[in-house]
């Protein structure tokens, strides 16, 4: 309807003016020749002045809605553009601020740990499969500042264990998961540093746990208490693996297990870095 009266509401409005117009020359015309038209030219002047005046302002005003419209409409879509462009702003801001804090986590890990040589690698995908938690990242083996290799851990910026690389490719990497039910990472636990295994466990993936097991005689578990890694292959010690969320017994109640909570988050990591050389604690 309003493209209909943008396109023909000129000559509707012409027309309706053309024609009150011509009703009023018609009876001030015979107005002039007819006594009786003469008597009545007051009474029918009048109205037919009326008619006019309204159509003439009927126009003027159906050209006012139309031009206020389109200009309504051209101010929408600014004020819809301005509101992208601050969403945009917002989530550059959040992004760059995100990174900026794991960036200054970064160097106090390094501060600490200045034997690391650390290569930083973006997640580019993940698995899509049920049976396993892995992940590639855009590092892989012509990375040549730094070479990656198959069994290379990758960490937080705050040093909380992730995973380890399984597969290599020319420009990217495949990681395994810390609840992968694949994975095995030795470990440490307590004041007295028993000696366990952090083994995945296909249950426990479901709720992103891990399983702490395969511990030293006499080891003593406590909710809450922190496990770490025991430095057993390329993983070296000290890295924060999770923390124990449940003891429970397994074999008949003849030993002990503990259901770990991953220090890492990992449905929210971006970014990770692979350990790709650190000094071997004697």
Known sequence: MKEYVKKYGLRIGLAVIAVALIVAL???LLGGRAGLLADLSGSVSSPLGQATSAAIEWVEGLYGYIYKYDQL??????????????????????ELEEENARLRQLVEF???????????????????????????????????????????????EYGALVGQII?????????????????????????????????????????????LTYLSENAQL??????????????????IIGYIDAVLSEG???????????????????????????????
């Not at 409409?73 to 959040?94: D, K």
């Not at 990472?185 to 995945?200: D, I, K, Y």
């Open 252 to 282: 008949n109640g003849q030993s002990l297990y503990g259901v770990v909570d991953p220090a890492c988050d990992l449905g929210t990591l971006t970014q990770v870095f692979i350990i790709t050389d650190f000094t071997i604690q004697e």
């Open 73 to 94: 409409v051209a101010e929408n879509n600014s004020l819809r553009g301005q509101l992208a462009q601050a969403q945009q702003a917002a989530i550059n801001a959040s």
């Open 167 to 211: 597969e290599l490719g020319d420009s990217w990497c495949t990681v395994r998961t810390l609840i992968d039910s694949a994975i095995d990472v030795g470990a440490l636990v307590g004041e007295a540093g028993a000696v366990g295994m952090c083994v995945g466990d296909f249950a426990l993936m479901q709720n992103d746990q891990l399983r």
């Open 222 to 239: 406590v909710e809450g208490e922190a496990v770490i890694t025991s430095g057993r292959g390329s993983i070296p010690q000290g890295l």
């Open 26 to 28: 018609a009876t001030s």
């Open 110 to 156: 390094k501060d600490r740990h200045q034997d690391y040589v650390l290569e930083p690698a973006k997640i580019t995908e993940w698995s899509s499969s049920n049976w396993e938690s892995t992940f590639r990242i855009s590092k892989g083996a012509d990375n040549a500042a730094n070479p990656i290799e198959v069994g290379d851990c990758v960490i937080t």
